[in-house]
């Protein structure tokens, strides 16, 4: 049960340690690569076929500006991929835009602007079909997020 991390830049890296912060929360194994679908296309093909022959079971790609690189994966393998956009520029909504409007047969599951942690969260889900140590820590994180809300806010709200 592992999950690749892939994204375009160096400057991406902080935005991304959301999605490495919930996969060793729930105990999933990830390898983090950063590349270019436009500037090592070749690379990045490379990697793809690595990451299917080393048995990873999703791909969560970060991508900014044009925000190509979790499509190009996603036209690249049949493994689930779940975009993050990254606010580079406008907001973040040009990178978001460009994940989500996939064309039919190609999709890309997308988190919101910067929402690395969300798209760990989503891959464990995915894995949670198929592992039940992942589900069961799933369930757990759940509760404790439950407990942690209703222990932050059972005082009374003062204006």
């Given amino acids: 049960m ?4 892939i994204f375009g830049s160096k400057s991406d890296k902080e935005i ?5 912060t919930a996969l060793e929360e729930i105990g999933i194994e990830y390898k983090a690569s950063i590349l270019s679908a ?3 296309p070749e690379k990045l093909l ?10 990873f079971q999703c791909i969560i790609a970060g991508a900014g500006l ?3 690189l979790p499509g190009v994966i996603a036209s690249h393998s049949i493994l689930p991929v779940i975009g993050v956009p990254i606010n580079v520029a406008l907001g973040g909504q040009d990178s978001l835009y460009s994940i ?8 890309v599951a ?14 464990a ?3 949670s079909i198929k592992y039940p140590k992942i589900k069961d820590s799933l369930n757990k994180y759940r509760k404790d997020m439950k407990e942690k809300f209703i222990n932050d806010n059972k005082e009374e709200v003062e204006w």
């Fill in 2 to 5: 592992k999950v690749a991390i």
């Fill in 16 to 20: 991304m340690r959301g999605a490495v």
């Fill in 38 to 40: 436009h500037r090592v």
């Fill in 46 to 55: 490379e990697v793809i076929r690595q990451v299917e022959e080393e048995d």
């Fill in 66 to 68: 044009a925000a190509h």
């Fill in 100 to 107: 989500v409007q996939m064309p039919k047969g190609v999709p």
């Fill in 110 to 123: 997308t988190v919101g602007i910067n929402n690395s942690y969300n798209a760990g969260i989503l891959a």
């Fill in 125 to 127: 889900q995915i894995l």
